[in-house]
């Protein structure tokens, strides 16, 4: 599996996302994506699928040492005292001493963000998490967590696809050393059978699905975690990451509109504009 530099860690490019996989389903997906190659599994306290990732991860035969695990503390735990609990809890549904990269799902509007950070910090020193990043972070609050309270995040994972350009988050992420991850990075099945990727997907005797996020990982300093429950997507998703597009394609993709984003709930901070 190819690898991005994350800070000071080598993040897999192509991980398994698990939200809305519950239950068997999860434990069976992540099961299988192990033993295809993959070698990271992205989950979170919100899912509620900690617990099955957990039995996977103790049934698996790959050694523990060889894959990363990603869990978030999720935006209501961010004082000190809930996010070890959170931790703890995360941990203990994981069946793992540690986890390898731990996030801030989102950003909290009343946060105070310092304490957070230094907080996760602590957690590093203590060897519960090997890194730490953050999730959903504009632009305003990256360079706060970077610049001002100078917290060694390795990430940002946002949602990234081919119809929403995070070119400003990338290219600062980029410069500092980061890494962008892409939840989301096939639009929740919207590119299953997009006419606008028919025809690249045809000459590269591909799927429109396998371009899109084939355009992803093309890209310096992006990893992208598309969920897939079923082993024969699971391999098309691999099948992606080897897929070689051309100048022409990239840019007919870079033309596509980038304002279309899926995911911005309640609590969701002042979005970056699209780019």
């Known amino acids: 599996m190819q690898t991005v530099m994350a800070g000071a860690m080598r993040l897999p490019r192509l991980g398994l996302g698990t939200w809305r996989l519950r239950g068997r389903e999860c434990t069976e997906a992540v099961l299988s994506a192990l033993e295809l190659g993959y070698?990271?599994?992205?989950?979170?306290?919100?899912?509620?699928?900690?617990?099955?990732?957990?039995?996977?991860?103790?049934?698996?035969?790959?050694?523990?040492?060889?894959?990363?695990?990603?869990?978030k503390v999720w935006w209501d735990h961010l004082t000190p005292d809930a996010m070890r609990r959170a931790l703890e809890g995360s941990l203990g549904r994981l069946h793992t001493p540690y986890?390898?990269?731990?996030?801030?799902?989102?950003?909290?509007?009343?946060?105070?963000?310092?304490?957070?950070?230094?907080?996760?910090?602590?957690?590093?020193?203590?060897?519960?998490?090997?890194?730490?990043?953050?999730?959903?972070?504009?632009m305003t609050l990256l360079r706060q967590a970077v610049e001002e309270i100078g917290a060694p995040i390795v990430c940002n994972q946002v949602e990234c696809h081919v119809n929403l350009g995070q070119s400003r988050v990338l290219g600062y992420l980029r410069s500092k050393g980061m890494a962008l991850?892409?939840?989301?990075?096939?639009g929740g099945g919207r590119f299953a059978d997009a006419a606008a990727l028919r025809g690249i997907a045809d000459a590269h005797g591909a799927t429109p699905a396998q371009v899109a996020l084939a355009w992803l990982l093309h890209q310096d300093g992006?990893?992208?975690?598309?969920?897939?429950?079923?082993?024969?997507?699971?391999?098309?998703?691999?099948?992606?990451?080897?897929?070689?597009?051309?100048?022409?394609?990239?840019?007919?993709?870079?033309?596509?509109?980038?304002?279309?984003?899926?995911v911005s709930p309640g609590w969701a901070p002042a979005w970056d504009p699209p780019g």
């Open 222 to 262: 992006v990893a992208a975690i598309p969920k897939a429950a079923g082993r024969a997507r699971q391999q098309a998703n691999l099948a992606a990451a080897d897929l070689a597009l051309d100048a022409e394609d990239l840019a007919a993709l870079a033309a596509l509109p980038k304002g279309d984003r899926h």
């Open 39 to 71: 070698r990271h599994i992205d989950t979170a306290e919100a899912y509620g699928n900690e617990e099955a990732v957990g039995e996977a991860l103790a049934g698996t035969s790959v050694p523990r040492r060889e894959f990363v695990v990603t869990t």
């Open 181 to 186: 991850v892409a939840y989301r990075p096939l």
């Open 99 to 138: 986890v390898d990269l731990y996030l801030i799902h989102w950003p909290a509007p009343d946060m105070n963000l310092a304490a957070a950070l230094h907080q996760m910090m602590a957690f590093r020193e203590q060897g519960l998490v090997r890194h730490i990043g953050v999730a959903n972070f504009p």
